[in-house]
């Protein structure tokens, strides 16, 4: 039952690294998201994608990037990490209108 | 647009009283609505869901109704306990090339 896996759980970047996060689903499943969420805060949309090849920007894009080359898929990639990133952030995936969307567990990100 | 309007938070309540968190939505035809609720530390995990008119989710002693003449899905519990205390997000499913929409949630803190 694997779900939605995010990798990694806990990074510490320093400013102007490069990082990729990592999310696969397993369900075939056409729409996935990244969400990050700051301290007390709700969730805000960064990208999403309805497909393979298929990719859009969400509220706060800028800083990100995705791609989307498979189904499975949906890596994130942070350019020059700022500490305004710091935040946790959670790839989710649904089959569309009327399914169950899964999260993944979240990966917790430190900009120092 | 399509968006989700959930009640302001936070929400502190006394063990056993009766909660309401309010929740709206604007969409064009009919999404399916869920409720998501975050523990603190982890990652978001469904609570339940609807996927047409008059439809009821229940789990945990919550429920919520789908009410299409209101454009609302609150969310109710009779009688909460202190293991309720967590951040509850009201979500609308996407329907075609939509984002997957949320609610910016409610903290909800019981006390003994």
């Known amino acids: 039952n694997a779900g939605v896996t995010q990798t990694p759980k806990f990074r510490i970047l320093k400013i102007g690294q490069s990082m990729t996060l990592q999310c696969t689903q397993d369900m075939n499943h056409n729409y996935m998201y990244w969400y990050r969420q700051d301290p007390g805060m709700g969730l805000k949309l960064i990208y999403y994608s309805v497909g393979a090849g298929i990719t859009d920007k969400g509220e706060v894009p800028n800083g990100y990037n995705v791609s989307r080359s498979t189904t499975e898929d949906f890596p994130l990639r942070l350019e020059l990490a700022a500490p305004s990133q710091t935040s946790v952030y959670f790839c989710?995936?649904?089959?569309?209108?009327?399914?169950?969307?899964?999260f993944g567990e979240g990966s917790w990100l430190t900009v120092v | 647009g399509n968006s989700v309007t959930q009640m302001e938070g936070p929400v502190t309540l006394s063990e056993e009283a009766f909660l309401t968190i309010n929740c709206t939505y604007t969409?064009?035809?009919?999404?399916?609505l869920f409720w998501y609720v975050q523990y603190p530390g982890e990652g978001l995990q469904l609570l339940l869901k609807?996927?047409?008119?008059?439809d009821k989710g229940s789990n945990k002693g919550f429920e919520a109704t789908y009410r299409k003449e209101t454009t609302s899905f609150h969310l109710e519990k009779g009688s909460v306990q202190v293991s309720d205390s967590a951040v509850y997000f009201c979500?609308?499913?996407?329907?075609?090339?939509?984002?997957?929409?949320f609610g910016q949630g409610t903290r909800l803190t019981i006390n003994p």
């Open positions: 989710a995936s649904t089959g569309g209108s009327g399914n169950t969307i899964y």
């Open positions: 969409a064009t035809g009919y999404p399916s």
């Open positions: 979500a609308r499913s996407p329907q075609g090339a939509q984002k997957l929409v």
């Open positions: 609807a996927t047409k008119a008059d």
